[in-house]
């Protein structure tokens, strides 16, 4: 009898160890089994082989005839578990499809060989320069590419995987939505002649089952596109690892482990020796801090790549404060109007952005001052007009709207702070015979935008409303005109990205428009039109605003000149909830590490159906100090190592 070192693929498996089984037969690291767990039956992936223990062990049940998962995937299980710690089972279910052990085993792998029929334009000159910087360049294997909107990185990523492909070895192309995939998807089938591979979580089981099987079974390369649960899929062969829109903040997983895909990104790319490239507008102030500081090449792009036309984007304010330029709505200003007007009268498109879905946000009564609010979450629910329904963002309770106060019974209900529903219900009234459509996290299955892709490319909506879903990498030819509601909602939030996040997100909006198909225009509204954020993002102003942020997070000991650690903690009361976190800080205290702990604080959350939360923030100018924290943590505190925020 011979025994194993065995991972349990469950998220049930909170253990820190692989678990040791039996079997009769000879097996290498990377086999999958399945294993009895408790009362079920489990998949497994077999680490090694191990000396006969000294207690009674159980037996591998089966084992799939399946190839062996790769000595990368292997390395990369076992530098999360140290690098993310978390339950090692919830680490193993990340590289395995659930069901995998019901894949019918006669499917058989077809690799279909797919004809070039678009002829790219040549290269300009500065995605020649960047191509030619990474070829030539012998010593490094990660690169940022710093390329503005509108320069083609996405033609430096293709010609990169036609090299890598014609050398035998698989790409992997990393989005940070799923509503991305369809347009690189589109770029990559018809322009590289191998296998293009969608993945992603909107897969049903038996796809993501089938797709994963492809992979690991292919002989070979495969260009992998998805967001980035794609960097777990089982490649043989890696010699690309791209991570577009890298500075997204959609790259962070929000459940354990909360790995940020840069970091595991990069670790994968080692342990297949692969070139690793960033690319980015607006590149994370710490990543692009780290890259100086370990001397990683920046590449810069800053010249479009097609250029049609030699009228640069026209960018305006509009101050929200300004209350004569909303005679005609309340929400968009005359000037947005006008655009929209004639951008319609072009035959062109307008994109319309709001950050924050909905019909109103405030549902308030003007005659007491109640305010409708989530009974679990104590926070204000969002009115949905189209639905009549009062809902919950956080934790998903909805209820019937109300006529009538419930304190005083006043029917002097008022709604504000609009969002995206209200913004279709004006913009219809405005345009009545034009197609708007609206994209944001309320829409079905069917109505999202990767389902509607390709008539929004050919100019078949006239208006497209959204939140930041319609703001990453999209290139719409027909698109002439942006109009941004609100841009400094993100600056209220208390946290210390809020600014860094705020201009993100306007240069990437604006930059929807202004890429070389036709001129742009971009209308901002604001109440901070003197914000340092706004002004240096419709300036394009990267070098100030960067000297500004590593300046204040010098100054704060905020990334990258320390690491971050939150620790949560829930209670059945407010009260019971900061004794808890009171505790936890004096004990954390007592550890005697090199740290920065915070003082407890309530969660921006603080309400939710499991009691009420308190967090304490702790820095660190060695990350190990923060794991060696993680190993003291009492039960019952939940942690978050490298937080995009601190909300």
């Known amino acids: 009898m011979l025994y194993y070192g065995v991972l349990a693929v469950s998220r049930k498996f909170h253990g820190s160890e692989p678990l040791t089984y039996s079997f009769d037969k000879n097996l290498q690291a990377g086999a999958l089994v399945t294993i009895p767990l408790k009362n079920q039956v489990e998949m497994g992936i077999v680490i090694s082989k191990v000396e006969k223990p000294s207690f009674a062990t159980k037996s591998i049940e089966t084992v799939l005839d399946l190839a062996l998962l790769p000595a990368a995937s292997l390395k990369l299980i076992h530098w999360l578990s140290y690098y993310y710690p978390a339950p090692l089972g919830i680490i193993a279910s990340l590289f395995l499809p659930s069901g995998l052990e019901k894949l019918k085993f006669n499917y058989e792998y077809q690799y279909i060989q797919q004809v070039t029929s678009v002829k790219l334009p040549p290269l300009t000159k500065d995605q020649n320069l960047v191509i030619k910087a990474i070829k030539t360049n012998k010593q490094a294997k990660t690169f940022i590419i710093h390329g503005d909107t509108g320069t083609g990185k996405s033609r430096v990523y293709l010609e990169l995987t036609k ?28 322009t590289i002649g191998h296998q293009v591979i969608v993945w992603h979580s909107g897969l049903t089981q038996v796809q993501r089952r089938q797709t994963w099987y492809e992979i690991l079974a292919s002989t070979q390369p495969v260009v992998v596109i998805g967001p980035r649960s794609a960097l777990f899929v089982p490649f043989n062969e890696l010699g690309l690892i791209v991570v577009d829109e890298a500075h997204d903040t959609a790259y962070k997983q929000d459940q354990q482990p909360y790995y940020q895909t840069i970091r595991v990104a990069g670790q994968l790319a080692k342990f297949h020796k692969a070139l690793f490239i960033m690319g980015s507008a607006t590149p994370s102030v710490a990543d692009y801090y780290f890259a100086e500081a370990k001397k990683v090449p920046i590449l810069r792009m800053d010249k479009l790549a097609i250029r049609n036309t030699s009228i640069p ?21 005359d000037d947005l109007i006008d655009a929209i007007t004639s951008s319609l009268d072009r035959r062109e498109q307008a994109l319309i952005f709001l950050n924050r879905r909905g019909t109103a946000r405030q549902v308030l009564c003007q005659n007491c001052g109640w305010q409708a609010m989530c009974p679990n979450c104590d926070l204000p629910v969002t009115y949905h007009g189209d639905h009549y329904l009062l809902r919950c963002h956080t934790c998903g309770y909805k209820t019937k709207a109300l006529t009538a106060c419930p304190i005083c019974s006043s029917q002097d209900i008022i709604y504000k702070n609009l969002g995206t529903k209200s913004v279709v219900e004006s913009l219809t009234k405005l345009f009545p015979k034009v ?13 999202r ?4 892709y390709n008539q929004i490319s050919a100019g078949n909506v006239d208006i497209i409303v959204g939140t930041q879903i319609l703001v990453k990498g999209l290139d719409l030819p027909k698109l002439s005109l942006v109009g941004v509601l609100n841009a400094d909602s993100s ?15 306007l240069s990437q909006i604006i930059g929807r428009v202004g890429r070389g198909h036709r001129s742009g225009q971009a209308i901002i509204q604001t109440y901070q039109p003197d914000s340092p954020a706004i002004t240096q993002a419709l300036s394009k102003n990267w070098s100030e605003f960067y000297d500004t942020q590593l300046s204040q997070r010098q100054k704060f000991l905020f990334p990258p000149y320390c690491y971050l650690l939150k620790l949560t903690g829930s209670r059945k009361t407010t009260e019971s909830a900061m004794r808890a976190a009171e505790t936890l800080h004096k004990h954390l205290l007592n550890l005697g590490l090199k ?3 915070l003082n407890p604080s309530p969660s921006f959350h603080e309400k939710s159906k499991s009691g009420y939360s308190w967090q304490l923030v702790v820095k660190a100018k060695d990350r190990s100090e923060l794991l060696k924290l993680i190993k003291a943590l009492p039960s019952g505190w939940s942690y978050d190592l490298d937080p995009t925020n601190l909300l």
């Open 163 to 190: 090299n890598t492909t014609n050398n035998g070895q698989s790409v992997l192309i990393l989005t940070p939505e799923i509503g991305l995939t369809p347009q690189l998807v589109q770029e990559f089938k018809r």
């Open 313 to 333: 984007t026209k960018v305006s304010i509009v101050n929200g404060r300004d209350k004569p330029k909303f005679q005609r709505s309340t929400i968009i200003s």
């Open 435 to 447: 197609k708007i459509q609206r994209f944001d996290a309320d829409n079905n299955k069917q109505d």
């Open 449 to 452: 935008f990767e389902q509607h």
């Open 491 to 505: 600056l209220s939030f208390p946290d210390y990205m809020a600014e860094e996040q705020t201009y993100q997100l």
């Open 595 to 597: 740290l920065q702990i």
